[in-house]
Structure formats: C-alpha cells, structure tokens
C-alpha cells in the first residue's frame, strides 16, 4: 500500500476509542464494512507519540477520548508517552462528546480539555461487580466440582458462594485502591488540583455535566468540536481550520516506522490464556512459545529478549514448560520481563 507523508504542521490524531492490540495486526477483515483494517499494537502508538515528541512536522497531539478501549495498564503506559511529549513543549488538546472516566485516564494529561454542551462527563470512581450463580445451580440441582487452593484464590466463588467472601472483599479493595490512588494523584499532578477533594466529588456524585467538569478544574471549557479545531489551527499557525493537516496514528505509524538488519532486541508477545500444545491466535501454547523461545536463544543476532505478558494464566504445566524454556535463555542472553494489562497465576509464573 502507499505509504503516507507526514505534511508539515500536523497535528496527530490518537481516537482512544480505536482498537490497539498488544500485537497489533497487518489486516483484519471487518464484517460490516468488508474491508481490511490494520490494528495497531500498543507498542507502535508509544513510539509514534515520543517519535512525534522530535519530529518538526508534528505541532499537537489532537487526543479524541469519548472513550477507552485501552486496559488501565495500557492507558498508563500512554499516560507516560503523552507526558513526554508535553515535555517537549508542544501541546496536547483533548476533546469528545461524552468524556468517560476511563477516556479521562488518559486525557488528563493534555494540555487543554474539551467537552461539547450537550455531553456528559464522567465522574464516579472505581467499581466491581460480580454476578453469582450458585442459587440458580441449586435449582437446576446441578452440583459443580469445583478445586481451588486457599482462601484469595477466588475465580470458582460465583459458582459456590452467594455473595463475594471477606478475603475477596480484601483483595479486590486492595487492587481498586492502588488504582484509584494512583489515578488521582496523577490528575491532581497535571490539573493542579486537591486529591482529597477529587475523591469527595466522586463520592458525592457531584460532576456529570461539562459545566459541572469546568467548575472542578477538571476540563479547561465546554466546547463544541468545531472550536476545537480552530484552537488546533492556531496552534499550527493556519488561518482556516479546514486546511488544517489532521493525520492518524496509525498512518503516522506507517510513515515513520523504520527496519534494521543489524543486532536485535527480541520482544515475544505472551498474549492470551495459557494452554499445552501448540495453541492458537489469543492462546498462549507450551510448544509453540518452547520452540520460539529457542529459536530466539540460538539467533546469534539476537542480544536481548523482551518478554511481554498480558495473560490471566491457564494451565500450570503449560506455564511450567515455558518457565523452563526462559530459564534456559537467561542463563546465555538478557531477559527482561514487561507486564500489562494482566500478568496473573500463570502469566506471572512465566
């Protein structure tokens, strides 16, 4: 495909809504339009926002967050990419329609913050819920058999509880805690605002409209997006925002991605549950990683090794043979292990 060109005093467009996969993709045929997309890997958008950071053609970040398809670790990860940008000095400017607290995970950090009149904002907190099953099972007088081991270990409760145990109750308040207090602390960071406070309009269900969002301090005004595209045309120095040069991430991806022949950093992707055999796409499978983590421990041009996991885990034989198999590698070249979204039971014994 032809390969795009990065004009001079563009702005770059990241949709939040967009999907990003750990890997990305070259072409994924989609349904309802009978075309093939390419989807992005979370990877290649942090590197096109801090490559953007030193490219002289790029003069804002234009951030669309409706909403939010990235996990929370994801979103951290981009977090940290947009701040080295606004370190820069160029400026981010942030806009939707409705403003979702997981699209304002990430917005927070832009310079300037846009929500239509019309829209909504949310502010609420964290939250989880669970569905229980195990007076419906009575019922129907099936009986699962269920094996668990010790008293946190609480993916079989919906099936052999009525409501979530104390230690439960513990961890998942534990889990939520570090997030929420983290979330915080960062937009109080960047917005210059109270943490306490923060967390006291969340209790008190007190911002849900733009209006009510500006009078917090936590958007800089209600804007519609017409606006918003003049605020960016200023920026760029453009009279008219129709000639304003709005390009995707995912085409600037494309224009600025660069291959080498030389010595190599090896990132191999653990994506997906855990199982023996050979697996498939979205599957982790023993043989298949066993046999590609060798492959990568004999490749002379290979001097490192990334292990990047987003799995909840699955079989512990499966995670036991390809523990072994990284052991092996570490013993002859660096590894280095780096977790997202999940990381968990036999994602984290890998």
Same mark, same amino acid.
Not at 220 to 246: F, H, K, M, P
């Given at each position: 495909s032809e390969v795009p060109v990065v004009k001079e005093q563009s702005v770059l467009l990241i949709d939040l809504s967009n999907e990003v996969t750990e890997r990305g993709s070259d072409e994924d045929f989609h349904?309802?339009?009978?075309?093939?997309?390419?989807?992005?890997?979370?990877? $290649?958008?942090?590197?096109?926002?801090?490559?953007a950071a030193t490219d002289s053609s790029i003069k804002a970040i234009y951030l669309k967050a409706g909403y939010n398809s990235l996990g929370y670790a994801a979103s951290q990860e981009l977090r940290e990419a947009l701040l080295l940008f606004k370190k820069s000095g160029k400026k981010i400017i942030a806009n939707a329609d409705v403003m979702s607290l997981r699209a304002y995970e990430v917005?927070?950090?832009?310079?300037?913050i846009y929500v239509q009149p019309g829209g909504a904002f949310e502010w609420n907190g964290y939250f989880i819920e669970l569905m229980f099953f195990k007076n419906a099972l009575d019922r129907l007088e099936i009986k699962p058999e269920i094996f668990y081991a010790g008293q946190f270990k609480s993916a079989t409760e919906p099936f052999r509880l009525t409501k979530m145990s104390e230690a439960n109750k513990v961890q998942y308040r534990a889990f939520l805690d570090g997030m929420y207090n983290n979330l915080l602390f960062s937009i109080a960071g960047q917005r210059n605002l109270d943490s306490s406070k923060l967390r006291q309009l969340a209790n008190q269900l007190a911002v849900r409209t733009p209006e009510q969002a500006k009078a917090a301090g936590l958007i800089?005004?209600? #804007?519609?997006?017409?606006?918003?595209?003049?605020?960016?045309?200023?920026?760029? /120095?453009?009279?008219?925002?129709?000639?304003?040069?709005?390009m995707s991430v995912k085409d600037y991806i494309k224009a600025t991605e660069a291959?080498?022949?030389?010595?190599?950093?090896?990132?191999?992707?653990?994506?997906?549950?855990?199982?023996?055999?050979? /697996?498939?796409? /979205?599957?982790?499978?023993?043989?298949?990683?066993?046999?590609l983590i060798a492959k990568v421990r004999n490749d002379k *041009?290979?001097?490192?090794?990334?292990?990047?996991?987003?799995?909840?885990? /699955?079989?512990?034989?499966?995670?036991?043979?390809? #523990?072994?198999?990284?052991?092996?590698? *570490? *013993?002859?070249?660096?590894?280095?292990? $780096?977790?997202?979204?999940?990381?968990?039971?036999?994602?984290?014994?890998?």
């Open positions: 349904p309802l339009t009978f075309s093939a997309e390419s989807v992005p890997s979370l990877r $290649s958008i942090i590197g096109a926002v801090e490559n917005a927070h950090m832009a310079n300037e800089t005004d209600v #804007w519609y997006e017409d606006q918003v595209r003049n605020r960016l045309a200023r920026l760029c /120095g453009i009279s008219q925002a129709a000639d304003l040069n709005i291959t080498g022949a030389g010595d190599r950093i090896a990132v191999i992707y653990a994506d997906g549950d855990i199982v023996t055999g050979k /697996g498939e796409d /979205g599957l982790i499978g023993s043989d298949t990683y066993r046999s *041009k290979v001097k490192a090794v990334v292990l990047r996991v987003n799995s909840p885990g /699955g079989s512990a034989i499966a995670s036991e043979l390809i #523990w072994r198999e990284l052991t092996l590698l *570490k *013993k002859e070249k660096p590894l280095v292990v $780096s977790m997202g979204d999940y990381a968990a039971s036999g994602g984290y014994y890998i």
